[in-house]
């Protein structure tokens, strides 16, 4: 696929003054965005303003993915309900998963469509309404049910599939306040992959991991991109960053340039 997913457009960031400026740049599907630069430089106000948590100085984003759970966004701070457990934590994001929406969106639909249409036939006094109306409601309630059921089996299996993912499974029941920070780090990445969004926007999220767990963050990533989603990432490490990248986006003096990684094998 190569739709563009997010196309910035003489964007400038920043706060009172702009740190960069004139950012024309797009994303298509199935890319790897890495951001690398000195810190400070505002390439964490890139990203805050790409996701929305930030208004632009100036041009403007345009992004073309769901409305709901489309972007996901892991952040320096993780955000995570500290007192909860790593499921509860990874259930919002399945919670948000676009997938899991419209199969509710569907059955929440027509169990209102049926009930309407019972509704109607009654006011109208149609034939055979008295009969509908008692059956329709039927209906919306068994709709009710299913939708219900689904909605657990898909989140349950989404998140135990994004727990394995990142090898936290023997962790399900631990609250969070309990891990450390890596471990901490590999929960706020299964949120996010269980909500399965289109372009993922990550701040240093391999960092606090030892080598082995950042193969295993970056497997588990990768899977996901392999689907069609994107990402951007803020990256220390340039090593890494050419080895993991499509594209290296590098700000200098409040200009972004970019260099194209011609292996694009991951």
Same mark, same amino acid.
């Given at each position: 696929?190569? &739709?563009?997913?997010?196309?910035?457009?003489? %964007?400038?960031?920043?706060?009172?003054?702009? =740190?960069?400026?004139?950012?024309? /740049?797009?994303?298509?599907? @199935?890319?790897?965005?890495?951001?690398?630069?000195?810190?400070? +430089?505002?390439?964490?106000?890139?990203?805050?303003?790409? !996701?929305?948590?930030?208004?632009? %100085? @100036?041009?403007?984003?345009?992004?073309?993915?769901?409305?709901?759970?489309?972007?996901?966004?892991?952040?320096?701070?993780?955000? =995570?309900?500290?007192?909860?457990?790593?499921?509860?934590?990874?259930?919002?994001?399945?919670? !948000?998963?676009?997938?899991? /929406?419209?199969?509710?969106?569907?059955?929440?639909?027509?169990?209102?469509?049926?009930?309407?249409?019972?509704?109607?036939?009654?006011?109208? &006094?149609?034939?055979?309404?008295?009969?509908? /109306?008692?059956?329709?409601? %039927?209906?919306?309630?068994?709709?009710?049910? +299913?939708?219900?059921?689904?909605?657990?089996?898909?989140?349950?299996?989404?998140?135990?599939?994004?727990?394995?993912?990142?090898? =936290?499974?023997?962790?399900?029941?631990?609250?969070?306040?309990? =891990?450390?920070? @890596?471990?901490?780090?590999?929960?706020?990445?299964?949120?996010? %992959?269980? &909500?399965?969004?289109?372009?993922?926007?990550?701040?240093?999220?391999?960092?606090?991991?030892?080598?082995?767990?950042?193969?295993?963050?970056?497997?588990?990533?990768?899977? /996901?991109?392999? &689907?069609?989603?994107?990402?951007?990432?803020?990256?220390?490490?340039?090593?890494?960053?050419?080895?993991?990248?499509?594209?290296?986006? +590098?700000?200098?003096?409040?200009?972004?340039?970019?260099?194209?990684?011609?292996?694009?094998?991951?």
């Amino acid at each position: 696929m190569n &739709q563009t997913l997010l196309e910035l457009q003489g %964007l400038s960031v920043g706060y009172s003054d702009p =740190l960069i400026e004139d950012i024309n /740049l797009s994303i298509k599907h @199935g890319e790897v965005i890495a951001i690398v630069g000195p810190s400070g +430089i505002g390439k964490t106000t890139l990203l805050r303003t790409i !996701s929305g948590l930030v208004r632009p %100085l @100036g041009g403007k984003t345009i992004m073309n993915v769901e409305k709901r759970g489309g972007l996901g966004y892991i952040p320096q701070k993780l955000g =995570l309900v500290r007192h909860a457990s790593v499921e509860h934590n990874i259930a919002l994001g399945a919670m !948000s998963s676009s997938k899991i /929406l419209q199969q509710l969106s569907f059955f929440r639909t027509t169990a209102i469509v049926v009930f309407l249409s019972s509704l109607i036939g009654s006011f109208f &006094q149609m034939p055979f309404s008295t009969i509908f /109306l008692p059956f329709s409601a %039927l209906v919306v309630l068994i709709l009710t049910i +299913i939708s219900q059921w689904t909605l657990n089996f898909e989140k349950k299996t989404t998140v135990w599939d994004s727990m394995k993912a990142v090898q =936290l499974t023997e962790k399900r029941y631990e609250p969070v306040r309990r =891990l450390s920070g @890596g471990q901490q780090r590999r929960v706020a990445t299964a949120r996010t %992959l269980a &909500q399965s969004p289109s372009l993922i926007i990550a701040d240093e999220f391999l960092s606090e991991l030892d080598d082995e767990n950042v193969e295993i963050v970056i497997q588990a990533i990768m899977n /996901l991109i392999k &689907q069609g989603s994107s990402l951007v990432m803020v990256e220390h490490n340039l090593q890494r960053a050419k080895k993991l990248a499509n594209r290296i986006w +590098i700000v200098s003096d409040g200009e972004i340039t970019e260099e194209v990684i011609v292996d694009e094998s991951f």
